[in-house]
């Protein structure tokens, strides 16, 4: 053996050698039996600079314990827990977490997009070019039931508004003209939620204007 | 540099069923886990019945070695565990830590013939292995001698030895490296030649 692997030895010995290295070397000195013995004696000279009396130098601790080991099976790679096996069963915590994180934002873009100062006069200028106009005719529930037509709900214009912000009664005729394109369920939620929202004028408590429903079959 | 990377390396290789790594941890900490032991049990036979246990025990616990911690610091508390337990088993005491009695040369010499009375030749080993490693390092240039004696007997890495001596890191090994090498040479006649008398007298 040549003076740098002997000098690797000792490196090895005071956990001073590179990791890479150090594989190699573990791989020699498991199966190089005269290696395996200066890397004793190597213990030896630092149990005697020690000074650790009481221990036999030549003790043949090691012989003993490899004997006995012959016995033993040898450790198979399935007896070591393996770390990326376990890594590898929450695959989907990233996933998930991507999924959360991106629904998270689309929710907030909306929130912003409806808070901007344009969004209220662009949608009140839609709800004014809307098919629903004071002169829509109105069909009467029993009308509309005897033809046979879906719900039907009719909430009268508030005379007066706020400037950027859309009136319920108008967003509630938005919604009854398009009721055609919405579950019922879902329509009559959003109409009660707009007449539970809009202040009641003269502090009444009950909603103004005729709510006229009809359930259908 | 990782700290313990070369005991690791050796783990990983007794992991994947390499036994002859395993010789070399055992190589490399007997001495020490034999001397852990005896503060808690008087007898060095014993000590080194229940240093063997431990290295026993800790190789069918390797697998679930991780490596979160150091290998000789698992081993150490598989060895403590291991003389306690043998301890309370036999009904027996643990000796009180004396500083006195293990600063004694005359006491551990007592300790250690209790063993070596059994083996002659052992004990005459024994003696011969000590003079001739202490031989070797007074033997031995002060540079050479400073650096592996900073090493084992004060436990400090390259890096310190080398702020202390003031020279590189490179230095540092390679002297540690010529100092094991000049005491080798002669340790090595010493095992070969004791070894020979065993077989003698056997």
């Known amino acids: 053996m040549n003076e740098e692997l002997d000098s690797q030895l000792s490196a090895m010995f005071d956990d001073e050698l590179a990791p890479g290295e150090c594989e190699l070397m573990a791989r020699r000195l498991s199966r190089d039996e005269q290696l395996k013995a200066r890397w004793g004696r190597y213990a030896v000279v630092g149990a005697v600079i020690r000074a650790e009396r009481g221990v036999r130098l030549n003790a043949p601790l090691a012989g003993r314990v490899s004997a006995v080991l012959l016995a033993e099976p040898a450790l198979t790679a399935q007896s070591v827990p393996s770390i990326p096996q376990r890594a590898g069963l929450r695959w989907w915590q990233p996933v998930a977490a991507t999924a959360l994180a991106a629904g998270v934002a689309a929710v907030c873009v909306m929130w912003l997009h409806a808070q901007a100062p344009g969004y209220g006069a662009s949608l009140t200028a839609q709800l004014s070019a809307a098919p629903i106009r004071s002169d829509t005719p109105v069909i009467p529930a029993s009308v509309a039931l005897s033809a046979g037509q879906p719900d039907s709900y009719t909430v009268p214009r508030t005379p007066k508004t706020l400037p950027g912000v859309v009136p319920s009664t108008e967003l509630a005729n938005y919604v009854v003209a398009h009721s055609m394109f919405s579950p019922p369920v879902a329509r009559r939620n959003l109409l009660s939620a707009f007449m539970t929202s809009e202040p009641a004028p003269g502090g009444a408590e009950e909603p103004q204007g005729n709510v006229k429903k009809t359930t259908g079959p | ?202």
């Open chain 2, 1 to 202: 540099m990782s700290a313990d990377a070369s005991d690791l390396s050796l783990v990983r290789r007794v992991q994947r069923g390499d036994k002859g790594a395993f010789d070399a941890l055992v190589l490399k900490y007997q001495h020490k886990l034999v001397k852990l032991v005896m503060r808690y049990v008087r007898n060095p036979a014993e000590a080194e019945d229940i240093a063997q246990e431990a290295f026993i025990k800790a190789y069918r616990a390797l697998p679930q070695f991780r490596g979160d911690s150091a290998f000789y610091t698992w081993l150490y508390r598989i060895a403590i565990n291991t003389a306690k337990n043998a301890v309370v088993s036999r009904d027996r005491s643990p000796i009180e830590y004396d500083l006195d009695r293990h600063n004694s040369d005359e006491s551990y010499e007592m300790q250690g013939r209790m063993k070596d009375s059994e083996t002659p030749e052992g004990l005459v080993l024994t003696d011969e292995i000590r003079s001739t490693v202490n031989a070797a390092i007074d033997a031995l240039p002060e540079d050479l001698r400073t650096a592996i004696v900073l090493r084992e007997l004060e436990g400090l890495s390259y890096e310190e030895i080398a702020a202390a001596m003031d020279c590189p890191v490179g230095t540092v090994r390679s002297r540690i490296f010529r100092a094991r090498e000049a005491i080798d040479r002669r340790l090595r006649e010493v095992f070969e030649g004791g070894l020979g008398r065993a077989e003698e007298l056997g």
